[in-house]
């Protein structure tokens, strides 16, 4: 699919095989279909699909522990890859420019069309906290910002130079998962509910271990992750949406067991290289499928899942290819940063346009 969508746009992707790890990958479209399911099922009988039991609502509740862990994990794992060392104007203004401009734009247009469509589940709440208190799923991108803001005095100390004072410090981020600070504003709950994870990959990417006995660790954890889970079910005791001892135990081993695995999946490892874009717009065509078929008549659990699941993955990568064609949309609505104009479809198409 990436191949056929990109050479209608005339677009040189970034996701093929031998540019990214198809691994990495793979995991990011794991989390992208458990992160769209979960706003296609939604939160209770009041939005989403509007149902409160069923196998949908408990594989939902289930995924809790997973979702934002591996998102985080991942985006630890890969932080690692290139981490801060100096030129600490250039790491904001890249970091700020990758999160916090997406977050501010498409994360308006998201409650400006939430407060004016019929059907949609909801209330943006106080316009003039906008952000301050972070609009729905968004909230991840500003606690993400704030982790990376947090990483620099820690990497300019050293902190993460042996593995002893990286224990140090993940032994303090778990304190902070415990402590009983709670505030929505900025994200900071947020930030300190993922930190744990972020650490932890970043760690095992750094550090490599367990590389040699990856296949070994993987199915331990796979094991106890799968024990973990059947009891969670029977105990009907789901709370992996907060900072719990079992939301930070599950969520790491569920996070590990996954890395250490070898698990490539082509059609999965697509939907990763969108992984962004698909975070940022998802919700606008689940929510306008669902909204659309039941219009039509159509409310068959089954047929409503499966096709909002599907425009929810697939809209925000052609939404990508479209907005990515062009520098000033690029960088205000994805975060990515200026190319060349003879390099982007959108901007040639322009350029071809004036000159006629």
């Not at 794991?30 to 099922?41: I, Q």
């Amino acid at each position: 699919m990436t191949a056929g969508l990109g050479s209608v746009f005339g677009i040189n992707k970034e996701v093929n095989a031998m540019q990214r790890d198809s691994h990495i990958d793979t995991l990011r479209g794991l989390a992208c279909v458990f992160l769209v399911a979960y706003h296609v099922v939604g939160t209770g009988a009041t939005n989403g699909l509007g149902i409160d039991s069923g196998i949908y609502r408990e594989l939902s509740d289930l995924l809790a522990y997973v979702r934002m862990p591996l998102f985080t994990f991942l985006s630890g794992v890969v932080y690692a890859y290139r981490p801060f060392r100096e030129g600490f104007i250039n790491f904001l203004q890249g970091k700020s420019r990758r999160l916090l401009i997406p977050m501010l734009v498409v994360g308006t247009l998201f409650a400006i069309l939430k407060s004016l469509t019929p059907g949609a589940n909801g209330d943006i709440g106080n316009w003039f906290t906008l952000h301050i208190i972070p609009v729905a799923h968004y909230w991840f991108l500003s606690a993400q910002f704030l982790i990376f803001m947090v990483m620099v005095p820690l990497e300019k100390l050293g902190a993460f130079d042996r593995a002893g004072r990286f224990f140090v410090v993940l032994s303090g981020a778990i304190l902070l998962y415990f402590s009983d600070i709670d505030t929505q504003y900025f994200s900071i709950s947020g930030a300190i509910y993922l930190f744990p994870f972020f650490l932890l990959g970043m760690g095992v990417s750094r550090f490599k271990w367990g590389a040699a006995q990856a296949k070994v660790l993987s199915a331990v954890l796979c094991l106890m992750a799968l024990g973990a889970f059947t009891a969670l079910h029977i105990s009907g005791k789901l709370d992996g949406a907060g900072r719990t001892d079992m939301g930070l135990l599950l969520g790491a081993i569920s996070c590990l067991a996954l890395y250490y695995s070898s698990l490539r999946v082509n059609v999965s490892a697509t939907i990763g290289g969108y992984s962004y874009s698909i975070y940022l717009f998802h919700v606008f065509f689940t929510a306008a499928t669902r909204i659309l078929l039941y219009q039509l008549g159509v409310e068959d659990t089954n047929i409503v899942f499966v096709t909002s699941m599907v425009m929810g993955i697939a809209g925000p990568i052609v939404v990508e290819m479209v907005l990515g064609g062009f520098n000033l949309l690029r960088l205000l609505f994805l975060g990515q940063s200026r190319k060349e104009p003879e390099k982007l479809w959108g901007e040639r198409l322009l350029a071809r346009s004036a000159r006629q």
